[in-house]
């Protein structure tokens, strides 16, 4: 395939990367077009969902128009993953818009509920391709340190979303009708997918495919198996009914058997593996029950705004707003403040426990509440998500290895959706296990019955539709909204449980340095061909030392024991040029030299990421020293290295062009030699570092 180069951060003399160049900027803007267009999709259905469920029914199963896209998108986010690390990037990122656009067609024609249902399933495997990938790319591109800052703009993309979609939602809603909310998308669509194909062009080397289908079929079957009855117990299904006492004990046998054959998967979906870094772990708890929280609020407040405040759609939209607005803002400082001070841990935690004042004033609220009352515990809520939602994704990525970037970030997303999944599902059986009940303690004595003989319903629907609404006796309305302020009541006071989970789980992530590098794509070109030659069948082992330019990670695994052994060597003092040279290192210390060596040599060598992470700025350092003029060694102690190696006397050697052995004789192949001396070399590394340890 053709081979083009990377974006990559622009650098000064120092190394220091100092912003995008100006196709890495293309590709990121073309990636914010593509978030742009998921995100607003999810956000402008928002304000209409109460009259969508009027209007087709369904207020029992009300979770489900969003849950129906949440639980598609969690069993692609993890699929996605895995297979563009595999097949590239670029040709999902475009299925994914294709496929999101025939499920907003879909659901703009739906003429019932569970088509409605259906379509947003569509409209949710279009999502899990396109929000994992926009931030792997990221990650492809844009080194750690560098990264929290376009983070935060892709979260205030989000954020610009979430302003404008409510806005244009309620307005839409009130004044077309609900059904093009799902049309007026599409231009959007079209738009990103040609941006997107002009400019989203990354070097892949494709591997050889070993695609883990029982692990995909298993890992879709049990999070259906899981998720359906969390979302259809204790409403349509009682909680000891059969079904769910069924689907959960097939689920959970299922979710057994998925672990078992990830266990032995060549390429698995989910690797078991990375849960072994307890960074990846807590991050993905905390980013579970961010998202369990997340939704928990934005899914039922436009219902506390319509059904309990009374007001529009559109009106609906314009509380909303002051919450995206806070959200944006501080996503894109908190981002820009890691970015500074390479810090991320305390303002993670900060943001948390607003998130936790958020909540708490929204559970303060009741039906003789404002609408003030109402927006200012949402903009609290929203800044602290503004500050936490986009952190867990950068911990996660400065952690992983590059080879399993793609699927780390995809896991991610994947533990997101499904806690937005879990949030909606649980909070909404809250809301709707004790609807009936919360109605009729305020309805008066005997209404409920003669409104049922009437054949008129008295339910949260209602009061959500402004029709209905208008034909219901003025004591009936008040009961409905005084029943639907205590379930939603129920709602937010149970979303302070996941908050403890998520401040726990932050507390004891262990909070690594920010890289300021990013693999480019050549070396994640000879990475892969490293592991693919470890692991690729053949009839003979091809073993990588690094050989010919081809740099492994064997061979820096090598050049990690060459740097220790010499540090080793210069300590010991009987090799005087090489304590000179060491000591150069050093700036004049010795000491210092050997310890940068030593630093550099376990950077080299670990395969502890925390420990690489730590080390990495005292290898950064030794590397910077090469880029001095003259190199590391000064001229003094250059030339005398020179002429010690040279059989004939100093003078010639330094003033005369020396023709070489390979040109004198032609047929010695120096290249070859210089393999023989490589294996040698590593041979006898390898012999000095058993006996040094």
Not at 80 to 94: E, I, N, T
Request: proline share 4%; charged share 15%.
């Amino acid at each position: 395939m053709p081979r083009t180069s990377t974006p990559a951060p622009t650098a000064e003399a120092d190394g220091a990367p100092t912003g995008l160049d100006p196709r890495a900027r293309q590709i990121f803007a073309a990636l914010m077009l593509g978030m742009l267009v998921a995100s607003i999709s999810q956000t402008i259905v928002g304000p209409a969902m109460p009259r969508i469920v009027a209007e087709l029914g369904g207020m029992d199963h009300y979770s489900w128009l969003a849950t129906a896209a949440m639980l598609a998108s969690a069993i692609t986010v993890p699929i996605v993953g895995k297979l563009s690390d595999v097949y590239g990037r670029r040709g999902f990122y475009l299925a994914g818009l294709v496929v999101f656009m025939v499920g907003s067609v879909l659901s703009g024609l739906a003429q019932n509920f569970w088509w409605l249902i259906g379509a947003r399933t569509v409209q949710g495997i279009g999502m899990g391709t396109l929000m994992p990938l926009s931030q792997t790319i990221i990650g492809d591109i844009i080194p750690p340190r560098q990264r929290g800052k376009y983070q935060g703009l892709m979260g205030g993309v989000f954020g610009l979303s979430s302003i404008l979609g409510p806005l244009a939602g309620g307005f839409v809603t009130d004044h077309w009708g609900w059904r093009w909310l799902f049309f007026i998308s599409l231009p959007v669509g079209i738009a990103a997918y040609f941006g997107i194909s002009r400019f989203l062009h990354l070097e892949h080397v494709r591997q050889r495919p070993v695609i883990d289908r029982a692990g995909i079929a298993l890992l879709s079957v049990a999070l259906i198996l899981l998720l359906v009855p969390t979302s259809l117990g204790g409403t349509t299904w009682a909680w000891n009914s059969l079904p769910v006492i069924i689907m959960y004990a097939a689920g959970l046998v299922t979710l057994a058997a998925f672990l078992a054959v990830e266990r032995r998967a060549v390429e698995p979906v989910l690797p078991l593996h990375l849960f072994k870094s307890s960074v990846f772990t807590l991050s993905n708890i905390a980013s579970f029950m961010v998202s369990v929280m997340m939704f928990g609020a934005m899914i039922y407040l436009p219902v506390y705004a319509q059904g309990v405040l009374g007001v529009s759609a559109t009106n609906s939209g314009l509380i909303l707003m002051p919450m995206s607005v806070a959200m944006i803002g501080l996503s894109i400082i908190a981002g820009l403040v890691i970015t500074k001070t390479g810090r991320y841990k305390l303002q993670t935690l900060l943001g948390l426990l607003l998130m936790g004042a958020g909540f708490w004033m929204l559970i303060q609220l009741d039906y003789a509440a404002t609408e003030l009352d109402l927006t200012l515990a949402m903009v609290v809520f929203g800044i602290g998500l503004g500050i936490a939602l986009q952190v867990y994704t950068l911990i996660v990525q400065n952690a992983s290895a590059r080879r399993d970037l793609g699927v780390a970030t995809a896991s991610t997303q994947f533990f997101r959706n499904v806690g937005s999944t879990v949030g909606i599902a649980v909070f909404g059986t809250i809301m709707s296990s004790g609807l009936a009940g919360n109605i009729a303690s305020h309805l008066p004595p005997g209404v409920a019955e003669q409104m049922a003989a009437s054949g008129k319903q008295v339910n949260a629907g209602a009061v959500l539709d402004p029709s209905a609404l208008a034909g219901l006796p003025a004591e009936v309305a008040t009961g409905v909204q005084r029943g639907l302020a205590d379930s939603l009541h129920d709602v937010f006071l149970w979303g302070l449980v996941p908050l403890v989970f998520a401040l726990v789980a932050t507390v004891f992530i262990k909070e690594l340095p920010l890289r300021n590098t990013v693999h480019t794509a050549d070396e994640a070109g000879r990475e892969l061909l490293d592991t693919m030659s470890q692991i690729a069948p053949s009839d003979e082992l091809h073993v990588p030392l690094g050989r010919d330019g081809d740099k492994t990670r064997t061979h820096e695994r090598l050049l990690g024991l060459r740097l220790g052994l010499l540090a080793d060597a210069a300590l010991r003092g009987d090799r005087p040029l090489l304590t000179r040279a060491v000591t150069e290192v050093g700036d004049g210390d010795l000491a210092r030299g050997a310890a940068l060596l030593h630093c550099t040599s376990r950077m080299l060598t670990t395969e502890d990421n925390s420990v690489a992470a730590d080390t990495e700025p005292y290898a950064v350092e030794v590397a910077a020293l090469a880029k001095r003029a003259g190199g590391v060694l000064t001229a003094g102690l250059r030339r005398e290295l020179v002429t010690a190696v040279a059989e004939r006397d100093a003078t010639t050697v330094m003033t005369t062009l020396e023709t070489t052995a390979a040109e004198r004789h032609q047929a010695v192949d120096l290249r070859m030699l210089e393999a023989v001396g490589d294996d040698l070399t590593a041979a006898y590394l390898v012999d000095a570092s058993r006996t040094r340890a």
